[in-house]
């Protein structure tokens, strides 16, 4: 098959030669010139470079025609998953569209879908649909409020108030007029928030992992708190919940990465992507199931593929991977974005290297740059680390733990300009 990839993720993240048959497939990657300084030197596969200052399904379409003989366009970013239905569509290749790809990304819409299958989600108003400086008439709801971009990722541009009225007066001013073009307020709903991240292939789960965060995404987001999150075992009824939300949504085939709040009275979805999970969900996972998640679900969409192509599918039958049993797995990583420095120092708590938790640790070391986004990669951060517990509360409890203990010091004595 011709596959074009759209490169996005570093392919350290994404290691497409453990799915992907560089040999029995022609292949060729798209992304910007970092992206594609990345690919390993001896992979066998062709290199299209695109300058990175437009959309990319625009910058893509400058450089591809269907004359190429593309048979496939596979895009494992959260970033190009909906531009890939442009690519499909300019390329004349079967496969979901930039409009059935928007509900993996618009918040509204896929609460709206769930909230369709009966599934409870926060209640929320699209400040896309307000006239801009309108009042709105009435909201459903008082108490602590959440303004957020409804095509955003990582909690950039997310805030919280002590409610509606108080959002709403933020929204009006003049500098904040980006909201009304992308923006939704939503209760905010109390309780710890779960991430659930597996493959899904024809509807059918392939593997389905569920974990708590420690503190949150958006305490990281502000540089705050560290972010971690431990697995624990799923009952049959969170399964349920689960699986209900991705068929309310409409993902059928690849990764997920689901986030979920634990109420104090029921399960709440929060909003899901059709892509692999950030941070270290990805080693995390394959250190407790043995799943590499982008494996799987490149092996998946190549399937989905082949049957949209009337072909054969490659490989044999699957099943689901299910997860019951210990050790259970966590990872934290430290925030350094917030730092006006570009360096740092850390220290990690005596504990921890006799603790026998620590499955893989990385500190940060002068003259390491630390980057000025938000970020969630191991290698752009002070620390980062996935651990191990024989049970789920072990496992919680080291996260905790060194979330809290560990100490970062920013610098800029050390680092080259």
């Not at 625009?58 to 442009?86: K, P, T």
């Not at 002070?382 to 970062?408: F, H, K, Q, T, W």
Request: with cysteine.
């Amino acid at each position: 098959m011709k596959i074009l990839i759209m490169h996005t993720v570093p392919y350290r993240r994404m290691e497409y030669h453990r799915a992907l048959d560089h040999g029995a497939h022609d292949v060729t990657y798209v992304g910007t010139a970092a992206r594609m300084a990345d690919l390993p030197a001896g992979l066998r596969c062709e290199r299209l470079v695109i300058p990175g200052v437009a959309k990319r399904h625009v910058e893509i379409n400058a450089i591809v025609s269907a004359a190429d003989g593309y048979e496939m366009v596979m895009a494992l970013s959260e970033f190009d998953l909906h531009e890939a239905g442009e690519v499909r569509e300019h390329l004349g290749i079967p496969g979901p569209r930039y409009d059935e790809l928007l509900k993996f990304k618009d918040k509204i819409l896929m609460k709206r879908l769930v909230a369709a299958a009966g599934l409870r989600s926060p209640r929320n108003i699209d400040l896309r649909a307000v006239e801009k400086g309108a009042p709105v008439a009435s909201v459903p709801w008082e108490g602590r409020t959440i303004l957020k971009p409804t095509l955003g990722a990582s909690s950039i541009g997310v805030h919280v108030f002590g409610s509606p009225r108080e959002a709403l007066a933020f929204v009006v001013r003049p500098e904040n007029d980006e909201y009304y073009a992308d923006g939704e307020i939503e209760e905010f709903v109390e309780g710890p928030i779960l991430h659930v991240d597996g493959v899904m292939d024809g509807g059918a789960p392939r593997l389905i992992v569920a974990s708590r965060y420690v503190n949150t995404p958006l305490e990281y987001a502000w540089g705050s708190k560290p972010l971690g999150s431990a697995q624990f075992r799923m009952s049959d009824q969170y399964r349920a919940f689960f699986l209900d939300c991705l068929r309310a949504v409409g993902i059928v085939d690849g990764a997920f990465h689901l986030e979920v709040i634990e109420g104090p009275e029921e399960l709440v979805f929060l909003e899901v992507a059709n892509r692999a999970g950030g941070a270290d969900v990805i080693p995390a996972t394959e250190a407790s199931t043995g799943v590499h998640l982008p494996t799987e679900e490149i092996d998946v969409l190549i399937r989905a593929q082949a049957r949209r192509l009337g072909r054969p599918l490659p490989g044999g039958p699957v099943r689901e991977v299910t997860k019951t049993e210990g050790p259970w797995f966590g990872w934290l990583v430290v925030p350094g974005h917030h730092f006006p420095e570009a360096s740092c120092r850390v220290t990690t708590p005596d504990w921890l290297p006799g603790s026998g938790a620590v499955v893989k640790l990385r500190v940060a070391q002068p003259p390491d740059r630390l980057k000025k986004s938000v970020t969630h990669q191991y290698w752009e951060v002070p620390a980062a680390a996935i651990l191990r517990g024989g049970d789920s509360a072990e496992v919680a409890e080291v996260v905790r733990r060194l979330s809290e203990e560990i100490r970062v010091v920013p610098h800029a004595t050390e680092v080259v300009s």
